[in-house]
Structures are given as structure tokens and as C-alpha cells.
Nanobody, 124 residues
Framework: QVQLVESGGGLVQAGGSLRLSCAASGRTFSIYAMGWFRQAPAKEREFVAFINWSGGTTYYADAVKGRFTISRDNAKNTVYLQMSSLKVEDTAVYYC?????????????????WGQGTQVTVSS
């Protein structure tokens, strides 16, 4: 049983940056892989980034590769998503999620726990 809480969303101009944080409840956080997903209005939830338990393996959606960086600080029970060079099409609610298995996954149903999301709005 894990509780995840996202923060750091907001309104930003295109080309700007934001850093999202996801704080976990803490119990055995360090052994779990984590992911970030996003969902725009009228669209399906889509994969953004993945990080394994140690932070040594990351994987990104093509749409954000080179612009977003996922990282984690297990001592703080927190995973981050650093977003740079933001585009209008990045506008969405961003969710962090915890995966029980250690292998990379881009599929939402393979993640067991979810936060409530944080809104990111990029203006032109």
C-alpha cells in the first residue's frame, strides 16, 4: 500500500521549464520502479518516462526524449521529472506511478499505484 503525491505543476510559457516531484509514503519505496504518465483532455493516458529502482536505468517516450529527465532520490522517497523546452503539446495532467516489477514498461495497467496528478499548462 503506497501513497503518491505529485507537486510542481503550473502554468509556464513555451520554451520554459518545470520540475515535478512525486513524494511516496516511504515503505519499501527504494525497491520499486517508477514512471511518469500524462493525460491531456480527450486523450488516453500516455507514457512519459520510466526509472528503475536504483535510478540507473531510464526510458523516455519519443515525444519528450532530450527534453525531460526522470530521476529519483530514494533517501527522500521522491521521484522527479525535470521538464525543459516545454511545448504547448506537453499540456496535460501529469501522474507518477509505482510499478511492482523491475522491468521497464510503457503501459499504465502495469503500474500498481498512482498519484492524483498535477496540472501542467504550457502557453504559446
Amino acid at each position: 500500500q503506497v501513497q503518491l503525491v505529485e507537486s510542481g505543476g503550473g502554468l509556464v510559457q513555451a520554451g520554459g521549464s518545470l520540475r515535478l516531484s512525486c513524494a511516496a509514503s516511504g515503505r519499501t519505496f527504494s525497491i520499486y520502479a517508477m514512471g511518469w504518465f500524462r493525460q491531456a483532455p480527450a486523450k488516453e493516458r500516455e507514457f512519459v518516462a520510466f526509472i528503475n529502482w536504483s535510478g540507473g536505468t531510464t526510458y523516455y517516450a519519443d515525444a519528450v526524449k532530450g527534453r525531460f529527465t526522470i530521476s529519483r532520490d530514494n533517501a527522500k522517497n521522491t521521484v522527479y521529472l525535470q521538464m525543459s523546452s516545454l511545448k504547448v503539446e506537453d499540456t496535460a495532467v501529469y501522474y507518477c506511478a509505482q510499478r511492482s516489477a523491475g522491468t521497464a514498461s510503457t503501459r499504465p495497467y502495469e503500474y500498481s499505484y498512482w498519484g492524483q496528478g498535477t496540472q501542467v499548462t504550457v502557453s504559446s
